[in-house]
């Protein structure tokens, strides 16, 4: 895994600004999953959470028993973001996943002269069907992979690629320290109407810690994307257990970049998560300035 890293590391990684909006399956750049956009994306270093799918596979190897979440997400001009996700831990073999990723928007007027009256509507969407596998290689370290099928449809005209992402963890026995490498979107170019552009290729660097016996949690996360600056992501977390085995987590982040392209708010993000036995609720706020607010909603079960 890590000479795989090794040998896609593309010498533009370190992208400037002529690369920006030059790479295809763009929905794959949003982040998946209510929690970990709360805690502004920064989670590629985190352990043992079915959200680890979409952000480093390795973290799958620290599940202690199966885990589902559903998200439903609501984009901007009616355009629908949902997620799928299931995480089921096999024992001394490993931990197998599956995820389902989806932005869809329907209704959008169909024209093939200047006029104002519409010919029709049409519709829009994106897929991205994930399996994925991690295990626990030593004590110390965990390592995953995804598999991706990518699929694109604009009304009638049909893009479809393979993909792949790698993460490997390094936790300490001794330290609640974790850091996490991993690389998303490998694969081919995906093509619509005989014209090809590259996944969005990204590197991921990740750092977390847990203190007071995991009541905080804290993430630093460092992407080196193909098509974009540097982007740092922190995130933070505080989880109150209170009677009746119910459980509240308050949790914000803040990324570069989205503040210096859309001003206001963007950047910034929070949410909250209630946990009661097994089941699990999880809300985000992601706003993006001029585009305006987007919000996550997502449903978790743990047994």
Request: hydrophobic content about 45%; proline content about 3%; some cysteine.
């Given at each position: 895994?890590?000479?795989?890293?090794?040998?896609?590391?593309?010498?533009?990684?370190?992208?400037?600004?002529?690369?920006?909006?030059?790479?295809?399956?763009?929905?794959?750049?949003?982040?998946?999953?209510?929690?970990?956009?709360?805690?502004?994306?920064?989670?590629?270093?985190?352990?043992?959470?079915?959200?680890?799918?979409?952000?480093?596979?390795?973290?799958?190897?620290?599940?202690?028993?199966?885990?589902?979440?559903?998200?439903?997400?609501?984009?901007?001009?009616?355009?629908?973001y949902n997620v799928l996700g299931l995480g089921y831990p096999v024992e001394k073999i490993g931990t197998f996943g599956v995820?389902?990723?989806?932005?869809?928007?329907?209704?959008?007027?169909?024209?093939?002269?200047?006029?104002?009256?519409?010919?029709?509507?049409?519709?829009?969407?994106?897929?991205?069907?994930?399996?994925?596998?991690?295990?626990?290689?030593?004590?110390?370290?965990?390592?995953?992979?995804?598999?991706?099928?990518?699929?694109?449809?604009?009304?009638?005209?049909?893009?479809?690629?393979?993909?792949?992402?790698?993460g490997i963890l390094w936790q300490p026995l001794t330290s609640p320290l974790t850091l996490g490498l991993a690389v998303q979107?490998?694969?081919?170019?995906?093509?619509?109407?005989?014209?090809?552009?590259?996944?969005?290729?990204?590197?991921?660097?990740?750092?977390?810690?847990?203190?007071?016996?995991?009541?905080?949690?804290?993430?630093?996360?460092?992407?080196?994307?193909?098509?974009?600056?540097?982007?740092?992501?922190?995130?933070?977390?505080?989880?109150?257990?209170?009677?009746?085995?119910?459980?509240?987590?308050?949790?914000?982040?803040?990324?570069?970049?989205?503040?210096?392209?859309?001003?206001?708010?963007?950047?910034?993000?929070?949410?909250?998560?209630?946990?009661?036995?097994y089941f699990g609720f999880d809300f985000a706020w992601v706003p993006y300035g001029e585009l305006g607010d987007t919000f996550?909603?997502?449903?978790?079960?743990?047994?």
């Amino acid at each position: 895994m890590i000479l795989l890293v090794i040998l896609s590391f593309p010498a533009k990684i370190f992208a400037d600004r002529s690369n920006i909006g030059t790479s295809g399956a763009a929905f794959l750049k949003i982040g998946a999953g209510a929690r970990p956009a709360a805690l502004g994306e920064a989670f590629g270093s985190l352990v043992g959470d079915v959200n680890n799918i979409f952000y480093n596979p390795a973290g799958l190897a620290g599940l202690t028993g199966v885990e589902f979440m559903a998200q439903y997400g609501l984009w901007f001009q009616s355009i629908g973001y949902n997620v799928l996700g299931l995480g089921y831990p096999v024992e001394k073999i490993g931990t197998f996943g599956v995820g389902i990723i989806n932005l869809n928007i329907n209704n959008i007027d169909r024209r093939t002269a200047d006029t104002l009256a519409a010919d029709g509507t049409f519709a829009a969407g994106d897929f991205a069907y994930i399996l994925s596998y991690s295990r626990q290689i030593s004590k110390r370290i965990a390592g995953g992979l995804n598999v991706k099928w990518i699929s694109q449809k604009i009304d009638t005209d049909l893009a479809q690629g393979l993909g792949a992402d790698a993460g490997i963890l390094w936790q300490p026995l001794t330290s609640p320290l974790t850091l996490g490498l991993a690389v998303q979107n490998l694969g081919n170019e995906i093509k619509f109407n005989e014209v090809s552009d590259p996944l969005p290729l990204n590197y991921k660097f990740g750092f977390g810690y847990k203190i007071f016996n995991d009541k905080i949690v804290l993430g630093l996360d460092f992407n080196l994307a193909r098509d974009n600056d540097l982007r740092t992501c922190i995130g933070a977390e505080y989880n109150l257990s209170l009677k009746n085995e119910i459980g509240i987590s308050i949790r914000s982040g803040y990324r570069t970049i989205a503040s210096e392209q859309l001003g206001g708010l963007s950047g910034l993000s929070a949410g909250l998560g209630i946990i009661w036995r097994y089941f699990g609720f999880d809300f985000a706020w992601v706003p993006y300035g001029e585009l305006g607010d987007t919000f996550r909603y997502c449903l978790r079960g743990k047994f």
